[in-house]
Protein backbone atom coordinates (compact mmCIF):
# COMPACT_ATOMS: atom_id res chain seq x y z
CA UNK A 1 0.00 0.00 0.00
CA UNK A 2 3.07 2.62 0.85
CA UNK A 3 4.44 1.65 -2.65
CA UNK A 4 1.50 2.76 -4.29
CA UNK A 5 0.57 5.67 -2.53
CA UNK A 6 3.96 7.31 -2.85
CA UNK A 7 3.63 6.16 -6.80
CA UNK A 8 0.09 7.97 -7.15
CA UNK A 9 1.96 10.58 -4.97
CA UNK A 10 4.71 10.94 -7.83
CA UNK A 11 2.16 10.54 -10.64
CA UNK A 12 0.17 13.77 -8.92
CA UNK A 13 3.14 15.69 -9.37
CA UNK A 14 4.12 15.25 -12.57
CA UNK A 15 0.55 15.77 -14.03
CA UNK A 16 0.61 19.05 -11.82
CA UNK A 17 3.85 20.29 -13.72
CA UNK A 18 2.61 19.07 -16.92
CA UNK A 19 -0.57 21.07 -16.67
CA UNK A 20 1.24 24.04 -15.41
CA UNK A 21 3.81 23.54 -18.78
CA UNK A 22 0.28 23.70 -20.72
CA UNK A 23 -0.86 26.46 -19.35
CA UNK A 24 2.77 28.40 -19.59
CA UNK A 25 3.44 27.15 -23.10
CA UNK A 26 1.26 30.36 -24.90
CA UNK A 27 2.90 33.08 -22.62
CA UNK A 28 6.59 31.47 -23.66
CA UNK A 29 5.35 31.23 -27.25
CA UNK A 30 4.18 34.85 -26.90
CA UNK A 31 7.18 36.37 -25.66
CA UNK A 32 9.12 34.23 -28.15
CA UNK A 33 7.20 35.84 -30.92
CA UNK A 34 7.78 39.36 -29.25
CA UNK A 35 11.43 38.48 -29.48
CA UNK A 36 12.08 37.17 -33.00
CA UNK A 37 9.66 39.90 -34.34
CA UNK A 38 11.66 42.89 -32.53
CA UNK A 39 14.97 41.15 -33.67
CA UNK A 40 14.05 41.13 -36.86
CA UNK A 41 12.56 44.67 -36.98
CA UNK A 42 14.93 45.60 -40.46
CA UNK A 43 12.70 43.22 -42.11
CA UNK A 44 9.41 44.65 -41.10
CA UNK A 45 7.12 46.30 -43.45
CA UNK A 46 8.52 49.68 -44.83
CA UNK A 47 11.43 49.41 -42.77
CA UNK A 48 13.48 49.18 -46.29
CA UNK A 49 11.99 52.23 -47.48
CA UNK A 50 13.06 54.03 -44.10
CA UNK A 51 16.49 53.12 -44.06
CA UNK A 52 16.64 54.95 -47.65
CA UNK A 53 14.72 57.71 -47.34
CA UNK A 54 15.67 58.85 -44.23
CA UNK A 55 18.82 60.62 -45.65
CA UNK A 56 16.34 62.60 -47.72
CA UNK A 57 13.77 63.36 -45.01
CA UNK A 58 16.49 66.02 -43.06
CA UNK A 59 16.86 68.16 -46.29
CA UNK A 60 13.04 68.43 -46.67
CA UNK A 61 12.97 69.08 -42.53
CA UNK A 62 15.74 71.87 -43.37
CA UNK A 63 14.59 73.07 -45.66
CA UNK A 64 11.63 73.95 -44.03
CA UNK A 65 12.83 75.16 -41.61
CA UNK A 66 14.66 77.53 -44.10
CA UNK A 67 11.27 78.34 -45.04
CA UNK A 68 10.15 79.43 -41.65
CA UNK A 69 12.92 81.12 -40.32
CA UNK A 70 13.10 83.76 -43.36
CA UNK A 71 9.20 83.69 -43.97
CA UNK A 72 9.61 87.71 -44.08
CA UNK A 73 12.60 87.55 -46.43
CA UNK A 74 12.39 88.61 -49.88
CA UNK A 75 14.89 89.45 -52.76
CA UNK A 76 18.06 88.82 -52.54
CA UNK A 77 18.71 88.34 -48.65
CA UNK A 78 16.46 85.00 -49.35
CA UNK A 79 18.57 84.72 -52.72
CA UNK A 80 21.46 84.87 -50.37
CA UNK A 81 19.84 82.49 -47.50
CA UNK A 82 18.77 79.64 -50.07
CA UNK A 83 21.99 79.36 -51.87
CA UNK A 84 24.20 79.07 -48.66
CA UNK A 85 21.93 76.45 -47.51
CA UNK A 86 22.29 75.05 -50.85
CA UNK A 87 25.94 74.92 -51.00
CA UNK A 88 26.27 73.86 -47.18
CA UNK A 89 25.05 70.20 -49.08
CA UNK A 90 27.09 69.90 -51.77
CA UNK A 91 31.10 68.19 -51.25
CA UNK A 92 32.49 71.72 -52.98
CA UNK A 93 35.92 71.66 -53.53
CA UNK A 94 35.89 67.84 -53.29
CA UNK A 95 38.70 65.96 -55.64
CA UNK A 96 36.34 62.63 -56.88
CA UNK A 97 39.47 60.60 -57.98
CA UNK A 98 40.73 60.81 -54.13
CA UNK A 99 37.80 61.18 -52.05
CA UNK A 100 36.59 58.31 -50.13
CA UNK A 101 33.08 58.19 -48.02
CA UNK A 102 32.54 55.85 -45.79
CA UNK A 103 29.82 54.25 -44.46
CA UNK A 104 29.37 52.33 -41.12
CA UNK A 105 26.62 49.51 -41.04
CA UNK A 106 26.10 46.21 -39.35
CA UNK A 107 24.89 42.31 -39.65
CA UNK A 108 21.63 42.55 -38.13
CA UNK A 109 19.88 39.05 -37.26
CA UNK A 110 17.28 39.38 -40.41
CA UNK A 111 20.52 39.86 -42.78
CA UNK A 112 22.34 36.97 -41.71
CA UNK A 113 22.08 32.98 -43.79
CA UNK A 114 21.64 29.92 -41.87
CA UNK A 115 25.41 29.83 -41.57
CA UNK A 116 25.36 33.30 -39.57
CA UNK A 117 26.66 34.76 -42.12
CA UNK A 118 25.66 38.31 -44.03
CA UNK A 119 23.47 36.92 -46.90
CA UNK A 120 24.06 37.97 -50.53
CA UNK A 121 20.63 39.59 -50.90
CA UNK A 122 21.45 41.91 -47.97
CA UNK A 123 24.27 43.14 -50.00
CA UNK A 124 22.38 45.12 -52.44
CA UNK A 125 19.66 46.16 -49.13
CA UNK A 126 22.66 47.88 -47.95
CA UNK A 127 23.99 49.16 -51.28
CA UNK A 128 20.77 50.99 -51.98
CA UNK A 129 20.97 52.81 -48.46
CA UNK A 130 24.46 53.67 -49.18
CA UNK A 131 23.78 54.94 -52.41
CA UNK A 132 21.06 56.75 -51.41
CA UNK A 133 23.07 59.07 -48.93
CA UNK A 134 25.79 59.24 -51.75
CA UNK A 135 23.39 60.64 -53.92
CA UNK A 136 22.36 63.68 -51.29
CA UNK A 137 26.59 64.65 -51.05
CA UNK A 138 27.47 64.14 -54.58
CA UNK A 139 24.48 65.26 -56.44
CA UNK A 140 21.59 67.13 -54.81
CA UNK A 141 21.36 69.66 -57.26
CA UNK A 142 20.10 67.25 -60.38
CA UNK A 143 17.59 65.87 -57.35
CA UNK A 144 16.80 69.13 -56.67
CA UNK A 145 15.58 69.36 -60.68
CA UNK A 146 13.67 65.95 -60.10
CA UNK A 147 16.65 63.96 -61.77
CA UNK A 148 17.77 60.59 -60.81
CA UNK A 149 20.45 58.57 -61.46
CA UNK A 150 19.23 54.76 -62.60
CA UNK A 151 21.14 51.93 -62.32
CA UNK A 152 22.73 50.44 -65.09
CA UNK A 153 24.85 47.35 -63.75
CA UNK A 154 25.60 45.99 -60.85
CA UNK A 155 28.86 43.64 -60.15
CA UNK A 156 29.99 41.95 -57.27
CA UNK A 157 33.03 39.75 -56.34
CA UNK A 158 31.75 37.44 -53.41
CA UNK A 159 35.18 36.73 -51.35
CA UNK A 160 35.17 36.41 -47.84
CA UNK A 161 32.35 36.29 -45.55
CA UNK A 162 30.93 39.08 -42.82
CA UNK A 163 29.77 37.29 -39.76
CA UNK A 164 26.07 38.08 -38.48
CA UNK A 165 25.86 40.70 -35.59
CA UNK A 166 29.65 41.77 -36.78
CA UNK A 167 30.07 45.60 -37.71
CA UNK A 168 31.62 46.63 -41.03
CA UNK A 169 31.73 50.05 -43.40
CA UNK A 170 30.94 50.45 -46.89
CA UNK A 171 33.60 52.84 -48.49
CA UNK A 172 32.75 54.25 -51.83
CA UNK A 173 34.15 55.45 -54.36
CA UNK A 174 33.61 57.61 -57.77
CA UNK A 175 35.94 55.15 -60.37
CA UNK A 176 35.76 57.11 -63.78
CA UNK A 177 32.98 58.28 -66.41
CA UNK A 178 32.58 58.99 -69.75
CA UNK A 179 29.92 61.05 -71.94
CA UNK A 180 27.31 59.04 -70.24
CA UNK A 181 27.94 56.12 -67.80
CA UNK A 182 30.13 56.88 -64.32
CA UNK A 183 31.68 54.20 -62.51
CA UNK A 184 31.41 53.87 -58.62
CA UNK A 185 33.29 51.19 -56.20
CA UNK A 186 31.73 50.33 -53.16
CA UNK A 187 34.14 48.10 -50.80
CA UNK A 188 33.21 46.17 -47.68
CA UNK A 189 36.33 46.46 -44.62
CA UNK A 190 36.15 45.21 -41.73
CA UNK A 191 37.37 48.34 -39.52
CA UNK A 192 40.30 49.06 -37.17
CA UNK A 193 39.29 47.47 -33.91
CA UNK A 194 39.84 49.76 -30.93
CA UNK A 195 42.74 47.26 -29.36
CA UNK A 196 44.88 47.87 -32.36
CA UNK A 197 43.99 52.04 -32.87
CA UNK A 198 45.25 52.15 -29.23
CA UNK A 199 48.27 50.12 -30.08
CA UNK A 200 48.90 52.51 -32.69
CA UNK A 201 48.63 49.70 -35.73
CA UNK A 202 48.46 51.60 -38.99
CA UNK A 203 49.79 51.12 -42.57
CA UNK A 204 51.32 54.06 -45.01
CA UNK A 205 48.69 55.54 -46.68
CA UNK A 206 49.12 54.44 -50.95
CA UNK A 207 48.51 56.67 -53.74
CA UNK A 208 45.46 54.48 -54.70
CA UNK A 209 43.61 57.22 -56.22
CA UNK A 210 46.45 57.57 -59.22
CA UNK A 211 47.25 54.20 -59.57
CA UNK A 212 45.44 52.02 -62.97
CA UNK A 213 44.18 48.68 -62.13
CA UNK A 214 46.62 45.76 -63.19
CA UNK A 215 44.07 44.30 -65.86
CA UNK A 216 43.58 44.59 -69.52
CA UNK A 217 40.72 46.67 -70.74
CA UNK A 218 39.18 43.88 -72.63
CA UNK A 219 38.78 42.36 -69.70
CA UNK A 220 35.22 40.24 -68.62
CA UNK A 221 33.43 41.19 -65.31
CA UNK A 222 34.79 38.15 -63.24
CA UNK A 223 38.65 39.24 -64.35
CA UNK A 224 37.98 42.72 -63.36
CA UNK A 225 36.42 42.13 -60.10
CA UNK A 226 39.16 39.96 -59.16
CA UNK A 227 42.06 42.61 -59.90
CA UNK A 228 39.64 44.99 -58.12
CA UNK A 229 40.34 42.44 -55.11
CA UNK A 230 43.20 41.45 -56.06
CA UNK A 231 44.53 45.14 -55.89
CA UNK A 232 42.53 46.11 -52.81
CA UNK A 233 44.40 42.78 -50.85
CA UNK A 234 48.11 44.33 -52.04
CA UNK A 235 47.18 48.03 -51.81
CA UNK A 236 46.18 48.03 -47.86
CA UNK A 237 43.14 50.90 -46.28
CA UNK A 238 45.20 54.30 -45.62
CA UNK A 239 43.94 53.51 -41.78
CA UNK A 240 44.44 50.00 -41.64
CA UNK A 241 41.52 48.34 -42.05
CA UNK A 242 41.02 44.96 -43.66
CA UNK A 243 39.07 44.90 -46.63
CA UNK A 244 37.66 41.35 -46.96
CA UNK A 245 39.18 39.85 -49.73
CA UNK A 246 41.02 37.06 -48.21
CA UNK A 247 39.20 34.12 -50.09
CA UNK A 248 37.36 31.58 -47.99
CA UNK A 249 35.33 28.86 -50.07
CA UNK A 250 32.81 27.13 -47.19
CA UNK A 251 29.93 24.52 -48.40
CA UNK A 252 29.20 26.25 -52.38
CA UNK A 253 29.38 29.90 -52.26
CA UNK A 254 31.66 33.03 -51.50
CA UNK A 255 30.91 36.35 -49.42
CA UNK A 256 31.84 39.64 -50.76
CA UNK A 257 34.46 42.62 -50.17
CA UNK A 258 34.07 44.46 -53.58
CA UNK A 259 31.37 45.83 -55.83
CA UNK A 260 31.16 48.23 -59.07
CA UNK A 261 27.90 49.87 -60.15
CA UNK A 262 27.46 51.59 -63.37
CA UNK A 263 25.19 54.10 -63.57
CA UNK A 264 24.40 57.45 -66.04
CA UNK A 265 22.36 60.49 -64.68
CA UNK A 266 18.97 61.43 -66.07
CA UNK A 267 16.40 64.37 -66.34
CA UNK A 268 12.98 62.67 -67.65
CA UNK A 269 14.15 60.85 -70.34
CA UNK A 270 17.11 62.90 -71.24
CA UNK A 271 21.06 62.01 -70.19
CA UNK A 272 23.28 64.19 -68.75
CA UNK A 273 26.80 64.55 -68.67
CA UNK A 274 28.40 62.85 -65.44
CA UNK A 275 31.17 65.96 -65.21
CA UNK A 276 28.61 68.45 -65.63
CA UNK A 277 26.50 67.10 -62.84
CA UNK A 278 29.64 66.35 -60.79
CA UNK A 279 31.40 70.11 -61.80
CA UNK A 280 27.82 71.76 -60.70
CA UNK A 281 27.69 70.54 -57.35
CA UNK A 282 31.02 71.42 -56.70
CA UNK A 283 33.49 68.67 -57.19
CA UNK A 284 36.86 69.21 -58.76
CA UNK A 285 40.01 68.38 -59.75
CA UNK A 286 42.89 71.34 -58.74
CA UNK A 287 46.36 71.83 -60.33
CA UNK A 288 48.06 70.34 -57.99
CA UNK A 289 45.93 67.66 -57.04
CA UNK A 290 48.74 65.21 -56.75
CA UNK A 291 50.62 66.91 -54.10
CA UNK A 292 47.99 67.98 -52.02
CA UNK A 293 47.48 66.58 -48.62
CA UNK A 294 43.39 66.35 -48.77
CA UNK A 295 40.97 65.73 -50.97
CA UNK A 296 38.80 68.38 -50.05
CA UNK A 297 39.94 71.75 -51.77
CA UNK A 298 39.27 75.17 -52.38
CA UNK A 299 36.14 76.53 -54.32
CA UNK A 300 36.38 75.58 -58.19
CA UNK A 301 37.45 78.57 -59.97
CA UNK A 302 34.51 79.03 -62.09
CA UNK A 303 32.11 78.65 -58.96
CA UNK A 304 30.44 82.04 -59.47
CA UNK A 305 29.03 80.56 -63.00
CA UNK A 306 27.74 77.35 -61.04
CA UNK A 307 25.91 79.83 -58.71
CA UNK A 308 24.58 82.15 -61.91
CA UNK A 309 23.03 78.03 -62.47
CA UNK A 310 21.97 76.88 -58.93
CA UNK A 311 20.18 80.43 -58.50
CA UNK A 312 17.60 79.35 -60.77
CA UNK A 313 15.84 76.25 -60.96
CA UNK A 314 14.45 76.44 -63.91
CA UNK A 315 17.60 77.30 -65.50
CA UNK A 316 19.41 74.27 -64.17
CA UNK A 317 16.87 71.80 -65.15
CA UNK A 318 17.20 73.56 -68.75
CA UNK A 319 20.72 73.42 -68.48
CA UNK A 320 20.70 69.57 -67.42
CA UNK A 321 18.26 68.91 -69.95
CA UNK A 322 19.71 69.55 -72.89
CA UNK A 323 21.05 73.50 -72.62
CA UNK A 324 24.31 72.40 -71.83
CA UNK A 325 24.34 71.33 -75.50
CA UNK A 326 24.42 75.28 -76.86
CA UNK A 327 27.77 75.93 -74.86
CA UNK A 328 30.61 76.58 -76.43
CA UNK A 329 33.56 73.86 -76.20
CA UNK A 330 35.22 76.84 -74.88
CA UNK A 331 32.66 78.16 -72.07
CA UNK A 332 32.44 74.53 -70.93
CA UNK A 333 33.43 74.86 -67.00
CA UNK A 334 32.39 71.34 -66.53
CA UNK A 335 35.22 69.95 -68.87
CA UNK A 336 37.52 72.43 -67.15
CA UNK A 337 36.64 71.21 -63.50
CA UNK A 338 38.33 68.04 -63.98
CA UNK A 339 41.10 68.96 -66.91
CA UNK A 340 43.91 68.52 -64.41
CA UNK A 341 42.94 64.31 -63.63
CA UNK A 342 41.76 63.87 -67.53
CA UNK A 343 44.53 60.89 -67.68
CA UNK A 344 43.35 59.48 -64.49
CA UNK A 345 39.84 59.44 -65.71
CA UNK A 346 41.08 57.90 -69.07
CA UNK A 347 43.33 55.44 -67.57
CA UNK A 348 40.41 54.17 -65.43
CA UNK A 349 37.91 54.52 -67.83
CA UNK A 350 39.95 51.88 -70.52
CA UNK A 351 39.62 49.11 -67.68
CA UNK A 352 35.52 49.57 -67.71
CA UNK A 353 35.21 50.06 -71.53
CA UNK A 354 38.30 49.23 -73.11
CA UNK A 355 39.32 52.36 -74.54
CA UNK A 356 39.84 56.01 -72.93
CA UNK A 357 37.27 57.46 -75.11
CA UNK A 358 34.57 54.73 -74.25
CA UNK A 359 34.13 53.57 -78.29
CA UNK A 360 35.41 50.36 -78.03
CA UNK A 361 33.05 48.47 -75.95
CA UNK A 362 35.40 45.77 -73.56
CA UNK A 363 34.86 44.93 -69.94
CA UNK A 364 31.48 45.78 -68.65
CA UNK A 365 29.95 47.37 -71.25
CA UNK A 366 31.32 44.82 -73.64
CA UNK A 367 30.07 42.15 -72.37
CA UNK A 368 26.52 43.74 -71.42
CA UNK A 369 26.56 44.46 -75.24
CA UNK A 370 26.98 41.02 -75.90
CA UNK A 371 23.81 39.76 -73.75
CA UNK A 372 21.87 42.46 -75.89
CA UNK A 373 22.98 41.14 -78.93
CA UNK A 374 21.99 37.71 -77.74
CA UNK A 375 18.51 38.93 -76.67
CA UNK A 376 17.74 39.93 -80.20
CA UNK A 377 18.40 36.46 -81.77
CA UNK A 378 15.13 34.38 -82.97
CA UNK A 379 13.65 32.29 -80.04
CA UNK A 380 12.68 28.53 -81.80
CA UNK A 381 9.99 26.76 -80.74
Given amino acids: ?48 HFRV ?38 AIGV ?7 TYKWSVGI ?13 YGATLDRTRMHLATIVFPTLLRVGGFAPLGAKHYHFIREIPTLSSYEVRATIATWDQKWFYTVFRFVKPVSAKDKKAGKR ?55 VVVNQFCFKVGRITVPPALVFASNGLYVPPDADSAPSATGARPPYWEKVRAFNASTPKLR ?19 AFAHGEDI ?6 LFTGSPDGE ?8 MEAVREMSRLPVLP
Avoid at 24 to 42: C, D, E, Q, S, W
Avoid at 95 to 100: E, L, M, T, W
Avoid at 226 to 244: C, I, M, N, Q, W
Fill in 1 to 48: MATALVLRQKLDVVLRLALSGVKMTPVIAKYFTILVFLLNFGSWPLAW
Fill in 53 to 90: FHYVIPDHLSYRALQIRNIFTRGEKWRLALQDWNERRM
Fill in 95 to 101: NPFRQVW
Fill in 110 to 122: HEGDFLLHMSNSS
Fill in 203 to 257: VDPSPIASTPLPINGNAEPEALMKALAARAATVPEHDGAFLYTDVHQFFFFLLAG
Fill in 318 to 336: KLFAGGWRDTPPEDRWWEE
Fill in 345 to 350: RKARLE
Fill in 360 to 367: KKGGLVGT
